[in-house]
């Protein structure tokens, strides 16, 4: 049985990440963002150079997979349901009805998944990340259900303690 899991950023320090995967026993951090820089200071640890850095210390190897990744126009479609809704992009609970189903017309429908399950560790798992905390707030999510209904991939959604 082939498993994965998914990761955000936010809430995580970057110590508490790198054990997080660790712990999970994570050998491949599938990078889904199409932006790799994260705003802020403390998620300072989560720019793509500081992260692949990480990463390679701890043994965990590191892919970009940009094709996966929402145009910034999906992403201000989001946005501008998160401010009709009056929440933050770090508070989202769940994504809007309208960004769910381009982004799976426009991006997921069009993705091959066969590379990424192939490319799945032999030992160990691999993990999806982006941004948000919670999975059902974010396009990981929906990458995951994908993985699940067509590879039959167990998924597991990572998040801060």
């Not at 802020?40 to 210390?57: F, M, V």
């Not at 799945?120 to 941004?131: D, E, F, H, K, N």
């Amino acid at each position: 049985m082939l498993k994965m899991v998914t990761i955000g950023v936010y809430g995580f320090d970057g110590e508490s990440f790198l054990q997080r995967l660790r712990h999970a026993d994570v050998r491949l951090l599938l990078d889904v963002r199409q932006r790799r820089g994260v705003r802020g200071p403390e998620y300072a640890w989560a720019n793509s150079l500081r992260l692949q850095a990480a990463l390679a210390h701890a043994r965990i190897a590191y892919d970009h997979r940009r094709e996966l990744a929402p145009t910034t126009e999906l992403r201000h479609v989001q946005y501008a349901e998160d401010d009709r809704q009056g929440v933050g992009k770090r508070s989202r609970r769940e994504l809007a009805a309208e960004y769910t189903r381009r982004y799976t017309t426009e991006i997921l429908d069009l993705a091959d998944l066969a590379p990424i399950v192939s490319a799945l560790p032999g030992s160990g798992t691999a993990a999806l990340l982006c941004v948000e905390r919670d999975a059902e707030a974010c396009h990981r999510s929906l990458i995951a259900q994908r993985l699940t209904e067509r590879h039959g991939i167990v998924i597991e959604h990572l998040c801060p303690s």
